[in-house]
């Protein structure tokens, strides 16, 4: 299993400004996700963080207003940018942990409250 | 249109009923995996099914994988208040296990 930890856990933010949220998960995981939650809702993939080079993004996300990051095997940013009162949502880190052969499972970070002003 | 279609939306039933969520898809999944969510934290993982028609239980919990790998169910049986929770339902298809689709969601709410 894995451990991930995100920050910051929550955030009131102006309009127009931007966030960038860290995600540190303590031990090599395959690949790394991004999600968006509205509360009491099921989870929208924005993309997968991919080591090293540019993230592949879900249909309806774009990289100018998601930047991801992802430098190594363990860490990884996403970028809120030119925020609107539309992105306030809960955005979520995940890991994916290989527990055997074509079984693999997802851990999350605690996720981050986004409010945007 | 969801890949995963959880049933019912939301539940609301008094502590010491029985209840089953419902995860179904018309799609063949490696395996699927069921998160309970509180307000404030991430998904946090129950169980894990892999092969067709296997039977997982965790204390109250048990846990099903249809025979063809399709569909899953969650039973909880005498529930407590601290149940309550968004349950998601999430897998990986055969031909790309690396990539997640979480079903709609239920939310649970137990009374006392």
């Known amino acids: 299993s894995a451990v991930i930890s995100q920050k910051p856990s929550r955030d009131i933010c102006q309009r127009g400004t931007s966030l960038t949220i860290q995600c540190q998960v303590d031990?090599?995981?395959?690949?790394m996700f991004w999600y968006r939650q509205q509360p009491g809702q099921s989870l929208t993939l924005i993309a997968t963080a991919n080591q090293g080079s540019e993230a592949t993004y879900e249909s309806g996300f774009v990289i100018d207003k998601f930047p991801i990051s992802r430098p190594n095997l363990t860490f990884s940013t996403l970028t809120v940018s030119n925020m609107s009162p539309e992105d306030s949502s809960i955005y979520l880190c995940?890991?994916?942990?290989?527990?055997?052969?074509?079984?693999?499972?997802?851990?999350f970070g605690q996720g981050t409250r986004l409010t945007v002003v | 249109t969801q890949l995963l279609e959880q049933s019912p939306q939301f539940l609301s039933i008094q502590e010491g009923e029985n209840l089953t969520v419902y995860c179904n898809s018309s799609s063949v999944f490696s395996s699927l995996q069921w998160y309970r969510q509180e307000p404030g934290e991430g998904p946090v993982l129950l169980v894990t099914v892999v092969t067709g028609g296997e039977v997982k239980k965790l204390k109250r919990l048990t846990f099903q994988f249809g025979d063809a790998r399709k569909d899953s169910s969650l039973h909880i049986t005498a529930a407590q208040t601290g149940d309550t929770g968004l349950y998601l339902c999430?897998?990986?298809?055969?031909?790309?296990?690396?990539?997640?689709?979480f079903g709609s969601g239920t939310k649970l709410n137990v009374k006392p």
């Open positions: 999430a897998g990986a298809l055969v031909y790309n296990f690396n990539k997640f689709y």
């Open positions: 031990s090599q995981v395959t690949m």
């Open positions: 995940s890991g994916l942990w290989e527990h055997k052969v074509m079984n693999t499972e997802a851990f």
